[in-house]
């Protein structure tokens, strides 16, 4: 090869060179713009996941079981961790209780209530579940 530059003109070394430098800072530009591609096409994937998982989270009839006393109090408090098993029971989807968000502080009584939910970093939403005595279902 050096040999063959040797024989050849400068202007023939200078465009052999400026072409194999513009290919060789091409590639690495190539490469990117294809996994900038690939990312952003796994991103909307993911999203359109998170999102037919909320419509069903938010579709399922979402029942958290509690041992209750007189005047519909529960014996303890129901925390996210109940309410992403129940979640897996009712749809067959496993969330992980650290995306699940209690809207009230404590939940000591029966009755029907709201919790939040983030699947994806733009998906997220509300869905109803209810606090029921144990011995029902």
């Known amino acids: 090869m050096i040999l ?9 070394i200078t465009s052999f ?8 800072l091409q590639v ?5 713009e294809e996994d ?20 069903k989270i938010q579709a399922g009839s979402i029942k958290v079981g509690a041992k209750a006393g007189e005047g519909d109090k529960i014996f303890g ?9 129940a979640i897996k029971t009712a749809t ?10 209690l809207k009230e502080a404590t939940v000591k009584t ?3 209530y709201t919790a939040s ?8 939403g509300e869905f109803e579940f209810e606090v029921a005595i144990l011995s029902l279902f």
Not at 41 to 52: G, M, P, V, Y
Not at 118 to 124: F, G, P, S
């Open 77 to 85: 408090s129901v925390n996210s961790i109940q309410v992403a098993d």
């Open 92 to 101: 067959g989807v496993e969330v992980d209780r650290k995306k699940v968000g």
């Open 17 to 24: 060179l400026t072409d194999w430098l513009f290919w060789l």
């Open 36 to 55: 900038l591609r690939q990312r952003a096409h796994r991103e909307a994937k993911l999203i359109e996941e998170a999102t037919k998982l909320l419509a």
């Open 110 to 112: 029966l009755g029907k």
């Open 117 to 124: 939910i983030r699947l994806h970093k733009e998906v997220e």
């Open 4 to 12: 063959l530059l040797l024989r050849t003109d400068t202007e023939e």
């Open 28 to 32: 690495p530009k190539k490469v990117r």
